[in-house]
């Protein structure tokens, strides 16, 4: 609740409490789903200048009579990446706020990968104009690693002017936890800089006295976790666990058993990273209630984790419920089985109604992060370069499993033709490469994936976590020379080839990783995109596109491929093929 009010704002705020002034609106006859009280009441709810007076039958300007429609706190993403909507701000909000989202913590790690402070400054201006309340944590690894080569390095002198900001709001998913647990100072000089303001963590299967030295140094939350077991131990060591339902890593039903009445206020829903097509064909955070709604937990329980639990993890004071003081971000819906906004309001204003959204977007100027894809090496040497000659034996390839990030290390004997290792569409098995595009230095790994689906052809994405260097798959070197080529001319984006043939492409030029192109007609693009992908094989698959950003990541295990080549996680270093 607001504490910076002067004696009269106080004087003011009491007569409207308690009914002796007219105020600007009243809910009656709502059945409001109380976080704070873990209960459903009936309730006539008082709203004043953007935030709620309290409860009784007020005199008001406006009165809305909700013949008993629910009415619970707005909803909070707890952690998400705006990048991997592959929109920007203004664009994001448009989408997420008639789906009950009326605020996120956001990470903009996966631009400032690619512009630096820059591209923060620009979340942050892009931010300041729509009504969806969003709060940023500073990127605490750019890069993510040093097994990578990203468009930007920032230190904590770096990060130090944003810390004033109103909106930013602590350090970001602390994702090198090697350098942590070794103590290196630049990654130590960013926690202490964030001066008791949250700090997010990001340790997959971290544990035991490991784990106990990366919480000791600071960092209180998790949303890495893939099995109960591991969320347990997170929760014993005193963090917060967030439930993850992104695209790629969907771990909210396997996580869910370990959440009960003891500890649920200490549990929390983030999408991460959520495609565009996800949200729109299922929804935002209102998806993940759903879901686990449907999967056995209680209605007031998915709301608390969707609303005050986020808040008081993050400091939030006066967003994350409906009580006296708290700000008048609500929604409005119809069924306690089947949880959907029919209105959104935030302030006390309405945004979003019929799941569409009342807000026209005003852009923020986007022209100095355009153009981000430099190429220097001609074709027949990145041919080159593509070849990986035959050794004789089993090679390492990077395995994929459905639903997860986390990847295998598997050894598999390849195909060989003319003395080089080749795709093998019989085991599931594609060629990989990642190039570097950010300063023309064109490094580039090589290496092989299995379980993409990818029958023929290739596809490609400037969208490759967290470096975002151009990450192309496929079944023959042609059509992925063809694709390395297409998003070099576009700027960054995705696309797919097969024979030879652009199949479909979607330009991102914002940064390589986002579009500010009407909703509408960006969401037709990505469907026709993926429409085009059954040609390839990948009907029916998990987003291909999204899968395949992840293969770059080098911070979460077992295998992963960048531009310095293919890359073991767990100890850290760089693996030859064979």
């Given at each position: 609740?607001?504490s910076?009010?002067?004696?009269q704002?106080?004087?003011?705020?009491?007569?409207?409490?308690?009914g002796?002034?007219?105020?600007?609106?009243?809910?009656?006859?709502a059945?409001?789903?109380?976080?704070?009280?873990?209960?459903?009441?009936?309730a006539?709810?008082?709203?004043?200048q953007g935030?709620?007076?309290?409860?009784?039958?007020y005199?008001?300007?406006?009165?809305?009579?909700?013949?008993?429609?629910?009415v619970?706190?707005?909803?909070?993403?707890?952690h998400?990446?705006?990048?991997s909507?592959?929109?920007?701000?203004e664009r994001?909000?448009?989408?997420?706020?008639?789906?009950?989202?009326?605020?996120?913590i956001?990470?903009p790690?996966e631009?400032?990968?690619?512009?630096g402070?820059?591209?923060?400054?620009?979340?942050l201006?892009?931010?300041?104009r729509t009504?969806l309340?969003?709060?940023?944590?500073?990127?605490?690894?750019?890069?993510?690693?040093?097994?990578?080569?990203a468009g930007a390095?920032?230190?904590?002198r770096?990060?130090?002017?944003f810390w004033?900001?109103p909106?930013v709001?602590?350090l970001?998913?602390?994702?090198d936890?090697?350098?942590?647990?070794?103590?290196?100072?630049?990654?130590?000089?960013k926690?202490?800089?964030?001066?008791?303001?949250?700090?997010?963590?990001?340790a997959?299967?971290?544990?035991?006295?490991?784990l106990s030295?990366?919480?000791a140094?600071?960092?209180g939350?998790?949303h890495?976790?893939?099995?109960p077991?591991?969320?347990?131990?997170?929760?014993?060591?005193g963090?917060r666990?967030?439930?993850r339902?992104g695209?790629?890593?969907?771990?909210?039903?396997d996580l869910?058993?370990?959440?009960n009445?003891?500890?649920?206020?200490?549990?929390?829903?983030?999408?991460?990273?959520?495609?565009?097509?996800?949200?729109?064909?299922?929804g935002h955070?209102?998806q993940?209630?759903?879901?686990a709604?449907q999967?056995g937990?209680?209605?007031?329980?998915?709301?608390?984790?969707?609303?005050?639990?986020?808040a008081?993890?993050?400091?939030?004071k006066?967003?994350?419920?409906i009580?006296?003081?708290?700000?008048?971000d609500?929604?409005i819906f119809?069924?306690?089985d089947?949880?959907?906004?029919?209105?959104?309001?935030?302030?006390?204003?309405?945004?979003?109604?019929?799941?569409?959204?009342?807000?026209?977007?005003?852009?923020?100027?986007t022209?100095a992060l355009?153009?981000?894809?430099?190429?220097?090496?001609?074709?027949a040497?990145l041919q080159?370069?593509?070849e990986?000659?035959?050794a004789g034996g089993?090679?390492p390839?990077?395995?994929?499993?459905?639903?997860?990030?986390?990847?295998e290390?598997?050894?598999?004997?390849?195909?060989v033709?003319d003395?080089?290792?080749a795709a093998?569409?019989?085991?599931?098995v594609?060629?990989l490469?990642?190039l570097e595009?950010?300063?023309?230095?064109n490094s580039?790994g090589?290496?092989?994936?299995?379980?993409?689906?990818?029958?023929?052809g290739?596809?490609a994405?400037?969208?490759?976590?967290?470096?975002h260097?151009?990450?192309?798959?496929?079944m023959n070197?042609?059509?992925?020379l063809?694709?390395?080529?297409?998003?070099?001319r576009?700027?960054g984006?995705?696309?797919a080839?097969?024979?030879?043939?652009?199949?479909?492409l979607?330009?991102?030029?914002v940064?390589?990783l986002?579009?500010d192109?009407?909703?509408d007609?960006?969401?037709?693009?990505l469907?026709?995109?993926?429409?085009?992908?059954s040609r390839l094989?990948l009907a029916g698959?998990?987003d291909p596109f999204m899968?395949?950003?992840?293969?770059?990541?080098?911070v979460?295990p077992?295998?992963?491929?960048?531009?310095r080549g293919l890359?073991?996680?767990?100890?850290?270093k760089?693996i030859?093929?064979p």
């Amino acid at each position: 609740m607001r504490s910076d009010r002067n004696v009269q704002q106080m004087q003011e705020i009491i007569r409207q409490a308690a009914g002796r002034q007219e105020i600007d609106l009243c809910l009656k006859n709502a059945r409001l789903v109380n976080v704070l009280s873990g209960e459903i009441h009936r309730a006539n709810i008082g709203i004043h200048q953007g935030q709620f007076v309290g409860f009784g039958d007020y005199a008001a300007r406006e009165c809305l009579d909700l013949a008993g429609a629910y009415v619970c706190p707005g909803l909070i993403d707890a952690h998400v990446h705006i990048e991997s909507t592959m929109l920007v701000p203004e664009r994001f909000a448009g989408v997420v706020m008639p789906r009950g989202t009326t605020a996120v913590i956001a990470d903009p790690h996966e631009i400032a990968n690619v512009c630096g402070v820059a591209g923060i400054r620009y979340m942050l201006e892009a931010a300041a104009r729509t009504p969806l309340r969003i709060f940023y944590m500073l990127p605490s690894c750019v890069p993510a690693s040093p097994l990578e080569t990203a468009g930007a390095q920032l230190t904590a002198r770096d990060l130090a002017q944003f810390w004033d900001h109103p909106q930013v709001i602590g350090l970001a998913e602390v994702m090198d936890y090697p350098a942590v647990l070794a103590g290196q100072e630049s990654v130590l000089d960013k926690i202490a800089a964030a001066g008791g303001r949250p700090v997010d963590g990001h340790a997959p299967g971290l544990q035991g006295r490991l784990l106990s030295a990366y919480i000791a140094a600071g960092i209180g939350s998790d949303h890495e976790c893939s099995r109960p077991e591991e969320m347990r131990e997170k929760l014993r060591c005193g963090m917060r666990v967030m439930l993850r339902q992104g695209s790629a890593a969907r771990n909210l039903l396997d996580l869910l058993p370990a959440v009960n009445s003891h500890n649920s206020r200490r549990c929390i829903w983030a999408t991460d990273d959520r495609n565009l097509l996800d949200i729109v064909a299922e929804g935002h955070v209102d998806q993940l209630i759903r879901l686990a709604c449907q999967n056995g937990l209680d209605l007031i329980t998915a709301v608390q984790m969707a609303t005050i639990n986020t808040a008081e993890w993050f400091g939030l004071k006066g967003l994350g419920a409906i009580a006296p003081g708290y700000a008048a971000d609500f929604i409005i819906f119809e069924e306690i089985d089947h949880f959907c906004p029919r209105e959104v309001y935030i302030g006390g204003q309405p945004v979003a109604r019929a799941k569409k959204s009342l807000v026209e977007p005003v852009l923020a100027d986007t022209a100095a992060l355009r153009s981000r894809v430099i190429l220097n090496l001609p074709e027949a040497e990145l041919q080159r370069r593509l070849e990986v000659p035959d050794a004789g034996g089993p090679v390492p390839v990077i395995g994929v499993s459905p639903g997860q990030i986390i990847t295998e290390k598997l050894h598999l004997e390849l195909p060989v033709q003319d003395g080089l290792l080749a795709a093998d569409p019989q085991q599931d098995v594609a060629k990989l490469a990642v190039l570097e595009r950010h300063h023309g230095q064109n490094s580039l790994g090589v290496g092989f994936v299995r379980g993409l689906g990818l029958k023929r052809g290739a596809i490609a994405a400037t969208v490759a976590h967290d470096a975002h260097n151009l990450i192309v798959a496929g079944m023959n070197d042609r059509d992925m020379l063809q694709c390395i080529f297409t998003l070099a001319r576009a700027g960054g984006g995705l696309c797919a080839v097969a024979g030879g043939e652009l199949l479909g492409l979607v330009e991102l030029p914002v940064a390589g990783l986002m579009s500010d192109w009407p909703v509408d007609r960006f969401h037709q693009l990505l469907l026709n995109l993926h429409r085009s992908l059954s040609r390839l094989g990948l009907a029916g698959k998990q987003d291909p596109f999204m899968m395949l950003s992840f293969l770059a990541l080098p911070v979460i295990p077992a295998l992963r491929l960048t531009d310095r080549g293919l890359i073991d996680v767990r100890e850290q270093k760089i693996i030859k093929l064979p």
